[in-house]
Nanobody
Framework: VQLQASGGGSVQPGGSLRLSCTLT????????MAWYREAPGKPVELVAQ???????KYADFVKGRFSIFRDNARNTMYLQMYMLKPEDTAVYYC???????????????WGQGTQVTVSS
């Protein structure tokens, strides 16, 4: 199983970015997928999560600005980010909670990070 994240970059405050995370490999079921971020000197924090039933959850600091959604046909998750602020600067990681294998084992998988920088 691999998660490939992309879409990071540098934008000015108020700008927008869309992150993508594509899941490949052998698995049975996606329980949920999520975006986390790690800013310098700060702990990793959950940004947004989407479950198999498309229930979403957002951190308070992104509500109303970010939107998480999935394209199940492409096994791809997106994070649409609007009204970006300097404090959104971080490495963003995608995560998948999967069932896999003959016995429906459960595991968490992580993609490589993608850098988002918001500055003027």
């Amino acid at each position: 199983v691999q998660l490939q994240a992309s879409g990071g970059g540098s934008v000015q405050p108020g700008g927008s970015l869309r992150l993508s995370c594509t899941l490949t490999g052998n698995f049975n079921f996606i329980e949920s997928m999520a975006w986390y971020r790690e800013a310098p000197g700060k702990p990793v924090e959950l940004v947004a999560q989407i479950t198999s039933s498309r229930t979403t959850k957002y951190a308070d600091f992104v509500k109303g600005r970010f939107s998480i959604f999935r394209d199940n046909a492409r096994n791809t998750m997106y994070l649409q980010m609007y009204m970006l602020k300097p404090e959104d600067t971080a490495v963003y990681y995608c995560n998948a909670d999967l069932k896999y294998g003959l016995n429906d084992g459960r595991g968490m998988f992580w993609g490589q990070g993608t850098q988002v920088t918001v500055s003027s």
